[in-house]
């Protein structure tokens, strides 16, 4: 693997779902190859399969669907339906290079190839690709992926969830997370309720009533009046949310019960997979599996005892897995390590910061060597800092490379970076990052959670001796994010943790995405700026540089 980046970070369109040509000519330009030396373009799902799908669920649900068959013959009939045509004329291809995967397969390729095992049952579960909704798969190096089983649409774990983010007044696709994390502040007393929305079918895997439903027949409703008549009046997007009170407590328990429905529902399927295989690896990927405490269900209650997690498992790591299919199972490439590291997008040198922050007039300083201590000082007075360093990170975690940063022991600086900073809701908890080795100091990691935690794809307990120590970091039911650094996975924030450890006795920090709301993850030295001085951070080290927000022009003395 030489480069991936997604289309959000050229375009600062979040989870932009256009094309991704702009991606796709960084990578080339920064291999250093042109489109004629490629041997195959692949994209990550079949364009006309999915098309199939929609336009008979909408001929099935006629006339209910008839508006959203006019948004899909607007949509597809223009855009969506000729990627060939517009890849080969974007990118400069010749049809007879580009391939197209299965979305599914795409998705377990992406978790196969990258995982360190030999052999390993697979699981795919996102909202819908093609027409499945959940594959379960085998996986053995040499051997091509094989497809056990898998649940069609419109019965879907992830359209399910989306369909209760939005009552919870979250947006689809985007406010998952939030659910989650809400899940935490309640009790699951709807879970019953829940269940008649979704069932185990007996056979390992699930169903959906589609009474309560509307995502099969409605492009922009996900739930009906039933729906409503069986959970209340949903939340008015943007509206306050604050779980201690009755009304967000009731929020809360919904949101604690869609959550522990579907830990069920997976943990079936995961239990359908084991008998299927016999095996005890198991990798993950598909939108769910970034629902890090569903992770942690598998780790204590599945058969599985050792857990891989696609860490771009979303749609985004479609195309790695297109690519590792074809390179593999099409043209016959060689079972090597797909190398899969933290930054894998544009890198930024020294020597280009230097000459931006120039240009742009702005005072700055040069840390040299002593950037680690300039940044442990700041953080020890309680700052919060931008970290703008080395290639940015794929896929939607910020894992020190674009990040924010500050120190999880002191009291208030959750509430200070939601509201100065991320502008988000209060109860969303922020994640710990911990060089590797002294993670057992504060954390119950599961066996076999080593490598999600890594990629911050799984929570851990926090040790009851240490979650006063880190009140920024523990989530409200003991658990969090965790996120453990190796040096060789990002060598300068592994020594930042560390130079932390030396100064403070304890090498963690809080670590968040480096964004404001709604902004996708910043990509250049300009979004980083812009984001300083949008926001309450107080500095940003850029590379070996440091902005303080207190010098810039028109800051408040």
């Not at 599961?446 to 240490?466: S, Y």
């Not at 979650?467 to 650094?485: E, F, M, N, S, Y």
Request: glycine fraction near 10%.
């Amino acid at each position: 693997m030489v480069a991936a980046c997604s289309e959000e970070r050229f375009s600062r369109v979040k989870q932009d779902a256009g094309l991704p040509i702009r991606a796709t000519r960084w990578c080339l330009a920064h291999a250093g190859i042109a489109m004629e030396q490629v041997e195959a373009v692949v994209w990550y799902e079949k364009p006309l399969l999915k098309f199939e799908r929609i336009l008979v669920s909408q001929l099935l649900g006629f006339p209910w669907t008839l508006e959203s068959f006019r948004r899909t013959a607007m949509t597809w009939l223009t855009d969506k339906l000729w990627v060939k045509n517009a890849l080969c004329k974007e990118l400069g291809i010749r049809p007879e290079r580009l391939l197209f995967g299965d979305h599914h397969l795409s998705h377990a390729a992406s978790a196969f190839y990258c995982s360190p095992f030999e052999r390993a049952a697979v699981l795919t579960v996102d909202g819908v690709g093609e027409w499945a909704s959940t594959s379960l798969w085998q996986g053995e190096v040499g051997q091509p992926l094989r497809r056990l089983a898998e649940v069609r649409f419109p019965h879907s774990l992830g359209l399910v969830y989306s369909a209760f983010t939005a009552w919870l007044g979250f947006r689809v696709n985007e406010g998952e997370y939030k659910v989650m994390g809400l899940a935490a502040f309640g009790q699951p007393r709807f879970a019953d309720q829940v269940r008649k929305v979704l069932r185990p079918t007996g056979d390992g895997g699930f169903a959906v009533d589609t009474r309560y439903l509307r995502y099969h027949q409605s492009a922009t409703e996900s739930y009906s009046a039933a729906f409503v008549d069986l959970f209340g009046a949903p939340r008015f997007p943007g509206a306050p949310l604050d779980p201690t009170t009755p009304e967000g407590r009731r929020y809360a328990d919904v949101a604690a019960s869609v959550q522990a429905v579907l830990e069920e529902a997976i943990l079936v399927l995961c239990g359908a997979l084991h008998e299927r295989t016999g095996l005890t690896d198991l990798c993950l990927a598909g939108g769910v599996a970034l629902n890090v405490v569903a992770n942690r269900r598998i780790l204590a209650d599945s058969p599985f005892r050792r857990l891989y997690v696609q860490p771009a498992a979303g749609d985004a790591g479609g195309a790695l897995g297109a690519a590792l299919w074809a390179w593999r199972e099409v043209l016959g490439g060689a079972p090597t390590p797909a190398g899969l590291v933290p930054g894998m997008g544009r890198p930024w040198p020294d020597e280009d910061l230097e000459r931006l922050l120039t240009e742009l007039h702005l005072p700055f300083r040069d840390c040299g060597e002593e950037l680690l201590d300039h940044a442990v000082e700041d953080l020890r007075a309680g700052r919060i800092l931008g970290w703008f360093q080395g290639r940015c990170e794929w896929g939607p975690r910020a894992l020190g490379h674009r990040s924010i940063l500050a120190d999880p022991t002191r009291p208030g600086v959750q509430e200070t970076v939601n509201a100065r900073i991320k502008f988000r809701e209060a109860f969303r908890p922020f994640a710990p990052s911990v060089a590797a080795g002294a993670e057992d100091r504060y954390f119950d990691l599961l066996p076999g959670g080593q490598g999600p935690a890594e990629w911050m794809c799984v929570v851990a307990d926090v040790k009851p001796d240490a979650r006063a120590l880190l009140p920024a970091t523990t989530h409200v039911d003991g658990t969090a994010r965790l996120h453990v650094v190796k040096p060789q996975a990002n060598p300068r924030y592994h020594a930042l943790l560390t130079r932390m450890g030396q100064q403070t006795g304890h090498p963690v920090l809080l670590n968040t995405s480096f964004n404001l709301k709604g902004d996708p993850i910043v990509a250049t030295p300009l979004h980083a700026l812009s984001t300083l001085q949008a926001s309450g951070l107080d500095a940003v080290y850029l590379g070996r540089f440091r902005v303080d927000r207190r010098d810039l022009p028109g800051a408040d003395s």
